[in-house]
């Protein structure tokens, strides 16, 4: 088993420089942002924001949640910023982007988990760079559909929401999130015909048979794009690793996935939620 947990070559990460990497931190710090590529050590920050592509976090950076794969800090969030959406749209602009990513910390000490804000933001947004599509990560919200229709009105191009991992492995990883909940709340979104689009992380435990079986569940919920990448261990408090898998594996995976009807499958080991956003609108499109 310690073999087996030692990290791989194909995992290195390639550290952050360049032109476009500086400016975009220098936009993020400037308003005051928060993004997921920090607060979550993304290991694709590097090549994302030396593209000039990140994903924002709103609704502050403490979850109210401490789901046990997450290096987002958790505790008890600071008031809501009202200027938030605005310094969004505008730093959208600012780093003229094609395709604009966001998510949000879960916000449960709010009457409408921040749904509010969420719908603001998108607005926001969409009035600033009329011409830039987006993707939205959004939180359960608890199943409340009202809080689901906020952002959905808002209208984004696309709308994601993570089972994160299968059935069984689910609660001992996400404190809060149900397996089928997270199902009922992409078949709401999938509904309404809003293009539709969850994450896996692998490396926990699962079988590869539970793995396809969440993919015939995420499919029978109408979800047509499916990300899978390598669970990496944040901070020694957190979950260990179980498995580290060859970048074969992921590819066999990807296959499965596109032949069980996804439109779009993003498989590999480096591979986040966000990772390749950009890409995934254009093959919907």
């Given at each position: 088993?310690?073999?087996?947990?030692?990290?791989?070559?194909?995992?290195?990460?390639?550290?952050?420089?360049?032109?476009?990497?500086?400016n975009l931190r220098g936009i993020v710090k400037e308003h005051k942002l928060h993004t997921i590529c920090s607060s979550g050590r993304c290991p694709n920050m590097a090549e994302c924001w030396g593209n000039g592509t990140?994903?924002?976090?709103?609704?502050?950076?403490?979850?109210?949640?401490?789901?046990?794969?997450?290096?987002?800090?958790?505790?008890?969030?600071?008031?809501?910023?009202?200027?938030?959406?605005?310094?969004?749209?505008?730093?959208?602009?600012?780093?003229?982007?094609?395709?604009?990513?966001?998510?949000?910390?879960?916000?449960?000490?709010?009457?409408?988990?921040?749904?509010?804000?969420?719908?603001?933001?998108?607005?926001?947004?969409?009035?600033?760079?009329?011409?830039?599509?987006?993707?939205?990560?959004?939180?359960?919200?608890?199943?409340?559909?009202?809080?689901?229709?906020?952002?959905?009105?808002?209208?984004?191009?696309?709308?994601?929401?993570?089972?994160?991992?299968?059935?069984?492995?689910?609660?001992?990883?996400?404190?809060?999130?149900?397996?089928?909940?997270?199902?009922?709340?992409?078949?709401?979104?999938?509904?309404?015909?809003?293009?539709?689009?969850?994450?896996?992380?692998?490396?926990?435990?699962?079988?590869?048979?539970?793995?396809?079986?969440?993919?015939?569940?995420?499919?029978?919920?109408?979800?047509?794009?499916?990300?899978?990448?390598?669970?990496?261990?944040?901070?020694?408090?957190?979950?260990?690793?179980?498995?580290?898998?060859?970048?074969?594996?992921?590819?066999?995976?990807?296959?499965?996935?596109?032949?069980?009807?996804?439109?779009?499958?993003?498989?590999?080991?480096?591979?986040?939620?966000?990772?390749?956003?950009?890409?995934?609108?254009?093959?919907?499109?």
């Amino acid at each position: 088993m310690e073999n087996r947990r030692r990290k791989p070559d194909w995992l290195k990460i390639r550290l952050p420089e360049g032109k476009t990497y500086q400016n975009l931190r220098g936009i993020v710090k400037e308003h005051k942002l928060h993004t997921i590529c920090s607060s979550g050590r993304c290991p694709n920050m590097a090549e994302c924001w030396g593209n000039g592509t990140a994903t924002f976090m709103i609704l502050g950076e403490i979850c109210t949640r401490s789901c046990k794969f997450c290096a987002t800090k958790s505790g008890r969030p600071l008031p809501l910023d009202l200027k938030e959406p605005k310094r969004v749209a505008n730093s959208v602009k600012l780093m003229k982007l094609k395709h604009c990513v966001v998510t949000s910390v879960d916000r449960d000490d709010l009457d409408d988990g921040g749904a509010q804000v969420w719908a603001e933001t998108i607005r926001e947004v969409k009035a600033e760079n009329p011409t830039t599509t987006m993707e939205v990560l959004i939180p359960d919200f608890n199943g409340d559909t009202a809080c689901i229709d906020k952002v959905i009105d808002a209208q984004p191009e696309i709308i994601s929401h993570n089972l994160e991992t299968v059935r069984r492995i689910t609660p001992s990883v996400r404190s809060r999130a149900k397996y089928d909940l997270s199902l009922s709340v992409l078949k709401y979104i999938s509904d309404a015909g809003v293009v539709t689009k969850t994450a896996l992380m692998l490396g926990l435990g699962e079988t590869k048979e539970e793995i396809m079986e969440a993919m015939d569940d995420l499919r029978a919920n109408g979800v047509e794009i499916l990300t899978m990448g390598q669970y990496l261990q944040p901070t020694k408090k957190h979950l260990e690793v179980q498995e580290y898998f060859h970048p074969d594996y992921f590819a066999e995976l990807k296959e499965i996935g596109l032949q069980k009807g996804f439109r779009v499958v993003e498989s590999g080991p480096m591979v986040r939620s966000s990772y390749h956003a950009e890409n995934h609108i254009r093959k919907i499109q």
